[in-house]
């Protein structure tokens, strides 16, 4: 699994152009705006977005053939993949979050480190949702195929929100009322829930990508 993890490094490296804007658009988020949740969030999900990108590199010109014929297992690969997304994604969330919390101290917004922190685990938790989300059916159906099937299932997904949204403003649930509640819960107590959260998710579609790829023929 090292070999994958440095050879998805490489790829990464090579994008010096996508380094480059990131750095700059969080750059300005960060002077600008007056909560870090959305800078963090917005960094992380785009140095995770990167992992799917390493897929389509590899599927690039029957990579992928090339790659099981090497003393790599397809669970090895299945692994590489999800350890390089929580890599990429906890990576950016530290180093955004020591920036952001220099930044604000700077600029004196009264930004406690409970919020930062949760701030960043929020971030993480919306990663780990991306990234459980897309690896199986970017394995399953390829770059184009698989861009067509996350849009279906995202707009599937956009329609049940809003139907569970009215149903629950029909049956006279608040969403705030959750937003409260999880702000009242001690902190170590909400971290744990996320990242026990979070480890779930990612076993189950671990498990998922691992069964798909094992019925694709190479």
Same mark, same amino acid.
């Given at each position: @699994?090292?070999?994958? !993890? ?23 988020? #960060?002077? *600008? ?10 960094? =992380?999900? @785009?140095?995770?977005?990167? *992992? ?12 992928? &053939?090339? !790659?099981? *014929?090497?003393?790599?297992? %397809?669970?090895?690969? +299945?692994?590489?993949?999800?350890? /390089? ?6 990576? *950016? &969330? ?9 930044? /604000?101290? +700077? %600029?004196? =917004? ?11 685990? =929020?971030? @993480?938790?919306?990663? +780990? /949702? ?16 698989? %861009? ?5 299932? &995202?707009?599937?997904? /956009?329609?049940?929100? @809003? ?6 403003? %029909? ?10 509640? +999880? ?20 076993? #189950? ?14």
């Amino acid at each position: @699994m090292k070999a994958l !993890l440095i050879k998805d490094w490489k790829l990464l490296m090579s994008q010096k152009q996508f380094f480059l804007v990131t750095i700059v658009i969080v750059g300005a988020f #960060l002077f *600008t705006a007056r909560n870090p949740a959305f800078v963090v969030s917005y960094a =992380t999900i @785009m140095y995770t977005v990167f *992992t799917i990108s390493t897929i389509s590199y590899d599927d690039y010109h029957n990579g992928m &053939s090339f !790659l099981m *014929t090497l003393p790599v297992s %397809r669970t090895d690969y +299945v692994a590489e993949k999800y350890t /390089f997304g929580i890599l990429m994604g906890s990576g *950016t &969330s530290a180093v955004v979050m020591a920036a952001a919390a220099a930044v /604000f101290k +700077v %600029r004196d =917004t009264g930004l406690s480190a409970e919020e930062l922190l949760l701030s960043v685990m =929020t971030a @993480m938790l919306v990663a +780990v /949702f991306f990234l459980a989300f897309t690896i199986p059916v970017q394995l399953k159906f390829g770059a184009e195929k698989g %861009r067509m099937a996350l849009m279906a299932v &995202s707009m599937s997904f /956009f329609v049940l929100g @809003m139907g569970g949204a009215a149903l629950a403003k %029909r049956m006279g649930w608040k969403a705030g009322d959750l937003f409260e509640k +999880v702000e009242e819960a001690p902190l170590g107590m909400v971290v744990c829930a996320m990242g026990a959260g979070c480890v779930c998710i990612l076993l #189950l579609s671990a498990v998922i990508s691992l069964r798909v790829l094992k019925q694709r023929e190479f």
